[in-house]
């Protein structure tokens, strides 16, 4: 059989169960969605949540892998060795690393750890069934890594974590040469779709009854440079703002260096683009910034921010921030504090730098001591925890739609409260009125206008409804679509993103914390 008929064959025979674990950015829990489909076309079915390889509930293990930090590595070969026991008790077991890391350390990830099956990268995720099979067949490993894009994944078999909103790639890999970044020699050099392909994929999700669309590129602004439209994406954002039944559309992640105004433009006037926007700072100091090829220097990137606010002042702003960059200094690093508090980020995500080898940064001098990294980390983190505890107070008081999510609330049966995101991108613990039906109940893809009666740093309560006062839902075609699901008994088949049989996705960056509520 050709490797185009097991791909293509509805009929496939049964090939046991599968989870697939996803670390990683966006665009790894977007490529998690299509090895899902993929493996469920080639006859597996997602294993019961909660199923123990050790105990042989599971046939084939999936690993999509982030190489972004360190800590993805050390999770991945921490991963790789528990499921050892797993593998000698059930030498049928299939244990597959797919994703950056396994485009970076290729034929190392067997050499340490041998009882890996199956070793794939970025560029050719459509190939996984087939080298499944080839590895049970000869028994011995399969690596396999191209160096260009093989097949672009949007247009592979796809199945969807959430049935209210779901992934867009709009482009893959990056052009940009930042010295700390290993992306592009990873996901390789920008490609970019069609406009009418990604509208196209756009209306299927509304079709099947999503409310929201996350347009998703390593650079979205640079969208259309591969046919020669610079305003592309700003296009694109009003095209989106045709589409009927579309009510939320995200994008992730910019670049400031080439952030323009017709963006801005866009966002302001499509009502459905939402006020929200992860802008990476990375660092205050411009000769860190110039270290690190980023382009645009802080002047700049105060610029777009004041721009962002003037057309849109409700906009939540969140970021990107590297400390302990090589030659950081201490005058360094005051000028990022002293950025991110005129900049008044609604949420940060922070990280320490951590050398990855292949990069420029990584054979720089004056590498930073790991203490004072430490330090200058926790001052970052205190001060944008106190502007976004500020910055959320503000919302105290004001109504808010949120589009109920899962996941999203850890305790929400404890608090009688549901959860999910306002418009700006801000969670929401929304409490349940006192003695409200269990059949009523909002489902995952309605949304629930509340008031905001308290804020933390990381979320906002909206006990409204419990207090007496506003609280009115909009049973939507999303939670329709959702209730679909469960009745069709889909309700644990997610294999990233939500709970399910892969676990929540990880993304391999410090979580943003959630106090308790």
């Known amino acids: 059989m050709s490797e185009t008929a097991i ?9 046991g169960t599968y989870q697939v674990r996803t670390f990683g950015c966006q665009m790894n829990v977007h490529d998690s969605e ?20 050790l105990n042989g509930d599971v046939d084939v293990i999936v690993f999509n892998t982030c190489a972004v930090r360190e800590n993805a590595d050390n999770r991945l070969y921490g991963n790789l060795g528990q499921l050892r026991p797993a593998k000698d008790a059930n030498p049928n077991l299939q244990i597959a690393v797919g994703g950056c890391l396994a485009q970076k350390d290729r034929a190392t990830i067997t050499e340490r750890a041998p009882w890996v099956d199956v070793v794939f990268g970025t560029h050719n995720i459509g190939s996984l069934p087939v080298l499944l099979d080839r590895a049970r067949v ?44 290993i992306v592009p020699s990873l996901r390789g050099k920008e490609k970019d779709r069609r406009p009418g392909e990604i509208l196209a994929e756009v209306q299927e999700l509304v079709n099947q009854g999503a409310l929201e669309v996350t347009l998703l590129g390593q650079n979205v602004n640079s969208y259309g440079v591969e046919f020669g439209d610079r305003g592309a994406f700003a296009k694109l954002l009003r095209a989106c703002g045709e589409i009927e039944g579309l009510e939320r559309v995200r994008f992730t992640s910019p670049h400031p260096a080439m952030f323009t105004d017709d963006v801005i433009d866009a966002m302001a006037e499509t009502p459905n683009v939402m006020p929200q926007l992860h802008m990476p700072l ?22 777009i921010l004041e721009k962002v606010r003037e057309k849109i002042p409700h906009a939540a702003i969140t970021t990107d921030i590297i400390v302990g960059f090589p030659g950081e200094t201490e005058e360094d690093f005051q000028k990022t504090l002293d950025v ?18 292949g990069t420029p940064a990584a054979e720089m001098d004056d590498q930073i001591p790991k203490a004072v990294v430490q330090e200058r980390f926790e001052r970052l983190v205190a001060l944008q925890d106190r502007i976004a505890a500020e910055e959320n107070a503000k919302k105290v008081g004001a109504e808010v739609n949120v589009l109920i999510a899962e996941g999203e609330g850890d305790r929400d049966s404890e608090t009688h409260r549901i959860s999910g995101r306002a418009e700006d991108g801000r969670l929401v613990h929304v409490a349940l009125p006192e003695g409200y039906a269990e059949a009523d109940r909002p489902r995952p893809g309605d949304v629930v206008r509340a008031r905001v009666t308290k804020a933390a740093p990381f979320y906002l309560i909206a006990d409204s409804g419990a207090e007496g006062g506003e609280f009115e839902v909009r049973r939507t075609r999303s939670g329709d679509a959702w209730e679909r699901r469960r009745a069709n008994g889909d309700e644990d088949a997610a294999s990233c993103g939500t709970p399910g049989p892969g676990g929540p996705v990880s993304l391999g960056l410090p979580s943003l914390r959630r106090p308790e509520r």
């Open 7 to 15: 791909l293509n064959d509805n009929d496939a025979p049964a090939r």
């Open 34 to 53: 299509r090895l899902t489909g993929l493996l469920e076309q080639a006859g597996y079915t997602p294993a019961a949540d909660g199923a123990d390889p």
């Open 138 to 181: 000869q028994q011995e490993a399969q690596v396999e890594i191209l160096e260009s894009l093989e097949v672009f994944p949007s247009t592979l078999p796809t199945k969807r974590e959430s049935a209210y909103a779901g992934w867009v790639s709009i482009s893959v890999g990056c052009n940009n040469t930042c010295t700390f970044c």
């Open 282 to 303: 990375q660092s205050g100091s411009d000769a860190v910034l110039k270290a690190m090829r980023r382009s645009y220097r802080s002047k700049k990137f105060l610029g």
């Open 340 to 357: 991110v508090e005129a900049s008044r980020f609604s949420s940060a995500f922070m990280f320490q730098y951590s050398p990855r080898p």
